[in-house]
């Protein structure tokens, strides 16, 4: 710990947004909601999971009611690339349920992740560059004009690639990556250029995400960036607005919530907070969060005990026993999770074998 953080840490800077809205709103719906956990969440384990517990974590989220579900980096492991086949050629996905798949703007990856569609009746291709200065300079030595270009260009090709094969009913989605530290004017204009190139309609919209990469602010400023983004997009209403906050400082699900009042019609992230670091939005929490004042999430979390379960066994991460909802205190109370069982053994969930499996 620095005796002065002054010396080599600065406050983040504010966004000029003048007559901003969202602190007088209230939220009154609930928003799209798309899984990561099969994607942002499984990259974060230790291990991995094996095709079958993404089968079976699959068919949980469907059962919870996840009608986007971002499935995998088929491009990125030979892994990913069967199960998402899997799901494809033993017809596997709900006629409401559209898979989600990730890839990165570079052209032999591309056309991988079709190969890995080929047949999918719907499915979302999610493309991704990152656009702060930090990433732009340092990481790929590349301008803003260079920046852009990687990402239109790799919006070209998806398009090329989804026309060629009309029988799957494509949707297009972007994400500035490390939008949140990114300048606003720079990332608008990446993502109209985007936006251009792919001509969502109000009919087929595209989905545009922007993703708390590492997150760096306070709630307010986030939704304030979100506001921004939401007042200053083209084709605004050809587009899904979209967000993925990270738990870097430990406030997601403030980001997420105050960013639905800012204008994002869309969260993603994972059950009970996993994914990268210190993890994605905690779903669980956010969706029994609205439940809680009155409104209808359309997640069906009425066997939390069981979901718990599922994800526990399958990524090797335990609850906490003080998570909101889903942790022991509150499922049980204080008073039962700290007793003994009849056999005079700490009373505890699988998690405990989990961890030393």
Wanted: aromatic fraction near 8%; glycine fraction near 6%.
């Amino acid at each position: 710990m620095l005796r002065n953080p002054a010396e080599k840490y600065r406050p983040f800077p504010a966004v000029r947004l003048t007559g901003r809205k969202w602190p007088g709103r209230t939220i009154d719906a609930a928003p799209v909601w798309m899984s990561t956990d099969l994607r942002d969440g499984n990259q974060a384990l230790i291990e991995p999971m094996n095709p079958a517990q993404k089968l079976e974590y699959f068919e949980m989220l469907v059962a919870i009611g996840f009608k986007e579900i971002e499935v995998g980096f088929p491009s990125a492991s030979q892994t990913d690339f069967d199960f998402v086949r899997k799901l494809i050629v033993e017809r596997r996905i709900p006629d409401d349920v559209t898979l989600e798949v990730f890839v990165p703007s570079r052209a032999e990856l591309i056309a991988r992740t079709f190969d890995a569609l080929e047949g999918a009746p719907r499915a979302i291709v999610h493309l991704y560059n990152a656009l702060c200065p930090s990433f732009r300079h340092l990481v790929f030595n590349q301008s803003k004009d260079e920046t852009k270009a990687l990402a239109v260009e790799g919006t070209r090709l998806i398009k090329a690639h989804a026309q060629a094969r009309p029988a799957t009913r494509w949707t297009f989605q972007y994400s500035p990556e490390t939008f949140n530290m990114t300048e606003l004017p720079f990332a608008r204009e990446v993502c109209d250029a985007v936006a251009q190139t792919w001509r969502p309609t109000r009919e087929h919209k595209m989905i545009v995400n922007l993703p708390a990469s590492v997150e760096a602010a306070t709630p307010n400023v986030f939704a304030d960036q979100i506001e921004w983004m939401h007042r200053n997009l083209g084709y605004r209403d050809s587009i899904v607005l979209s967000v993925h906050p990270h738990n870097d400082r430990g406030t997601a699900v403030a980001a997420a919530e105050l960013a639905l009042l800012a204008g994002a019609d869309r969260i993603e992230g994972c059950l009970f907070g996993n994914g990268e670091r210190t993890g994605n939005v905690d779903l669980v929490t956010l969706a029994m969060n609205l439940d809680a004042m009155g409104i209808a999430s359309g997640l069906d979390f009425s066997d939390l005990a069981t979901i718990k379960r599922v994800a526990e066994r399958c990524t090797r991460i335990p609850v906490s026993v003080r998570h909101p909802y889903g942790g022991r205190v509150a499922m049980h109370g204080a008073r039962e999770a700290r007793n003994p069982d009849e056999h005079g053994a700490d009373r505890r969930d699988k998690a405990d074998e989990c961890v030393t499996a």
